[in-house]
Structures are given as structure tokens and as C-alpha cells.
């Protein structure tokens, strides 16, 4: 079964950046919307922003401006870059996939294992 990877999370001080990545791991063919969520302690699990594969983004209000998702579709990767980083972006943050076609046939809603952010201030 394919898995989503994510790596980059890390502690940095307000008005860092970081750069998380999320890749595919296995047989894939097809990827449909990716996308970034985020977690924060207590709190519901928010959606950050999405990547669809016909080349459209949308984000939240709170990163617009600051955050930017890209993806390879080469490389089976989803990318955040996140800018000026503020402490109440501190969160655990996910990756997911709405629908893949891979060699076991189609998968829906994957999600990663999670990455943690946390930002100081």
C-alpha cells in the first residue's frame, strides 16, 4: 500500500522559514488533489492549503501571503514552503492525498504520519 512520507518540520524562531515535503512512496500513476493540513494542541485538524493536479492552489486565509504549496508529480512530492513564521503556526502539520491510482489499484483520502512545527517566539 502506498504511503505518504513527510519530512522538514523542525523548531524555528518567528520570522523563519521551513520547508516541508510529503512523498509517495511506492507504485503510483496517478495523484489527484494534494493537500497540507494542520494540527495544533486541542484543536481541530485545519486545512493549510491544496494542490490539485490541474495546476490550481487555494489557501487559508491565516498563511496566504506567507506559505506556498507546489508539487512534483514527477517526483510524487507536495512541498510548503511556509515564510515568516509565526508561533501560532506551532502545530503538527499533514499531508494528504484525496485519490491516487497506484499499482494495487485506487487509494483514497491517505494521510502522512505528521511533521512537527513548532515556532518561537
Known amino acids: 500500500q502506498v504511503q505518504l512520507v513527510e519530512s522538514g518540520g523542525g523548531l524555528v524562531q518567528a520570522g523563519g522559514s521551513l520547508t516541508l515535503s510529503c512523498v509517495a512512496s511506492?507504485?503510483?500513476?496517478?495523484?489527484?488533489?494534494m493537500s497540507w493540513y494542520r494540527q495544533a494542541p486541542g484543536k481541530q485538524r485545519d486545512l493549510v492549503a491544496t494542490a490539485t493536479n490541474y495546476g490550481s492552489t487555494t489557501y487559508a486565509d491565516s498563511v496566504k501571503g506567507r506559505f506556498t504549496i507546489s508539487r512534483d508529480d514527477g517526483k510524487k512530492t507536495v512541498y510548503l514552503q511556509m515564510n515568516s513564521l509565526k508561533p501560532e503556526d506551532t502545530a503538527v502539520y499533514y499531508c494528504n492525498v484525496d485519490r491516487m491510482t497506484t499499482n494495487k489499484g485506487p487509494q483514497y483520502n491517505i494521510w502522512g504520519q505528521g511533521t512537527q512545527v513548532t515556532v518561537s517566539s
Open positions: 511506492g507504485i503510483v500513476f496517478t495523484i489527484a488533489d
